[in-house]
């Protein structure tokens, strides 16, 4: 984010943020991610819409840096990759399970299936530095890499999407054994 800068008018661009992110995961949270119009994030954020467009050119490009701020920082991985792996997949599970949180990642992946640019976006911005860390820091091809995230990600989604709740702690757990199997020394 940048520094605040005192001699502008209106509010600060990192406090903007703050209230901007805050209304948009309270509004997917209230309304479901359709519902989230960029008119209704404005009102719910105390700001205009025009406000909004000059910082993101799109819903989906505001939700994706919503999403961003919600998923950072990431725990740290150390020498113990079970460990390490298990506490990652904890915490996606947990962030995925935050009030619209869960709905905005669904609804913008859902939007990027139809969209290249936001597929690029979603892609580039939120994916690819995942990507790149777990792949330094398991030392494995990319692809076995995408495919790790996609049976995380996609099962912690696909269960909220089906049952509207977060997957239960016994069911990560569980799924945690099954997906670091293959990473076992």
Request: aromatic content about 8%; hydrophobic content about 45%.
């Amino acid at each position: 984010m940048q520094g605040t800068n005192t001699s502008s008018a209106g509010r600060p661009r990192s406090d903007l943020n703050a209230v901007v992110f805050a209304a948009t995961r309270r509004t997917v949270d209230e309304l479901g991610y359709a519902g989230a119009t960029m008119d209704r994030i404005a009102a719910a954020a105390g700001t205009a819409k025009t406000t909004l467009y000059r910082r993101w050119p799109s819903k989906g490009a505001l939700i994706i840096d919503c999403l961003l701020d919600a998923f950072s920082p990431m725990p740290e991985l150390t020498e113990d990759r079970p460990t390490s792996l298990a506490g990652a997949i904890r915490w996606l599970a947990g962030k995925i399970g935050e009030p619209g949180v869960g709905a905005a990642f669904a609804g913008v992946f859902s939007d990027a299936v139809n969209d290249p640019a936001l597929r690029e976006l979603l892609s580039t911005r939120f994916q690819a530095p995942y990507l790149a860390m777990l792949r330094d820091y398991l030392g494995e091809s990319e692809q076995r890499i995408l495919l790790f995230i996609d049976v995380i990600t996609g099962t912690l989604l696909h269960r909220m999407g089906m049952t509207g709740r977060p997957m239960e702690d016994g069911d990560v757990e569980l799924m945690i054994e099954m997906v670091l199997r293959p990473f076992e020394d």
